[in-house]
Structure formats: C-alpha cells, structure tokens
C-alpha cells in the first residue's frame, strides 16, 4: 500500500486552515461549557443532539477528567442507580458491583462519552483556560481564554492578551475549582460556600438537585455545583456528575427559549 503523496506544508495547512475555521465559527456559540470531564460531555452532547451550537472548553491537554482514572488511579468507574441508565445511553458494559452500585472501565466508559459528544456535534478547545468572563448588563454573555501554558510562564515575558468568546448560555463544569463562578467571585459578584466533606449519598442527591442557573446566564454542573453551595464532595463515584450534565443541559435550553422569546 501506498499513501497519497502530502507535503508537510499541506499537513501544516490542513492544521491551521480547519483549526482556525472552527475557531471563526464559534466566537459566538448558544453554549460555552467550561470543562470536559463528565458533567460537561454529558451536558454538551445532550445540547448538541437537539441542534444546540456547543463549544466546550478544557484546560488540560486530554477530555474527561477524572472520569479516566477513578480514584486513587485504579481506573474503574463506580456509578450509583439509577445513573447506570447513562451507561446503557451510551452502549458500556458494566457489572453490579452491590446492589445499586455498578462498575466499568474508565477508559472505555469515557471514551464513549467522549465520542458521543462529539458525533452529535459539539466542538473542543483543548488546553485552554479561562481569565475571565463577558458581562453584558448584569448577565454572563461569554468567557476570556488564553493558552494554559501561558499561566506557567513567567510573569515577565507573558504579555499575551486573552481573547473572547461569546456565548448566550455558558456552564461551569470545572469541577472543585469552579473557574468561571471564581472570575465572578473576584469581582465581587458572587459568593460561594466552597464544599464540604466527603458524603457520597448526600452528595450525588444535593448536587443534581442545585445544578441549574447560579448567576443570570451562568449554570453551574458537577462538582462545581459542590463549590457554590458548600455541599459534601463526592469522591471518585461518577453518577451525580453525568446526571448533573444532563440537568444542566434541560436548564440551559429553558434558558435559550427564554432568550429567545
């Protein structure tokens, strides 16, 4: 077998021309979600399905977070009922570990979340990490990103100026960090609790029941939802955080039908 004759010059082409295009196209996107771990996919590829224009943002070089590894970097996925109704969603075997508790393979599992979302068409900016938020009026209208790598450059030779995104809806999904409700909080806009201790069944509960809009035109998702509210940590069980995506997502929709009214 013999390849078609390419060019390094066409490689470097076909990089920057279809990178720079889906850039262009998604300065303005329905949703912005910040962060690729499972809230975030699950959030994504449900917006997508129904024809919603999905950017999501991750910092790290790879998606799905800690969906990969699992706890204590044994990578099985552990996910409570009735969250193993996802996996059957997306077509991962699983076993039932106890009753009402159900185990797979992390890199399996988050593979196939990852791929769903991105056959129902959500977009990825990878190593990208948001500065700040677009505040129109009293409202989150899109977030400032940069690089990740030029927060680990040193302070003096990292005149890089951010660029903006704008978005009508824009989900936090980082996780403990809560990355775009801190930018809020930096400016005085928010207060949050941070999270509590590790309670796995009141955790999965509370979490999937607060995630919604937290700030007008802002909705908080997985354990980021943990943060504002001050409720317990979860630990390495998945449920909540694919069940939470889910939510977010039925949110973010009222949100866009509002919008548009």
Known sequence: MLFDRVEEKHVTRAIVEEFSRMLAEHAESDVII???????LSAGKELAQRGVKVLIVERNNYLGGGFW????LMNKITVRAPAHRVLDELGIPYTEHSPGLFVTDGPHACSKLI???CDAGVR???MTKVEDVVIRGERVA????NWTPVSAM????????PVSLQAKVVIDATGHDAEVVSALVRRGLMEVRGYSAMWVERSEDAVVEHTGEAYPGLIVAGMAVSTVYGLPRMGPTFGAMLLSGKRAAEAALRLLEGREE
């Open 34 to 40: 910040v962060g690729g771990g499972p809230a975030g």
């Open 69 to 72: 590894i699992g706890g204590y």
């Open 115 to 117: 791929a769903s979302a």
């Open 124 to 126: 990825i900016l990878n």
């Open 142 to 145: 899109g977030v400032v990103i």
């Open 154 to 161: 040193p302070r003096e030779i990292t005149c890089v100026d």
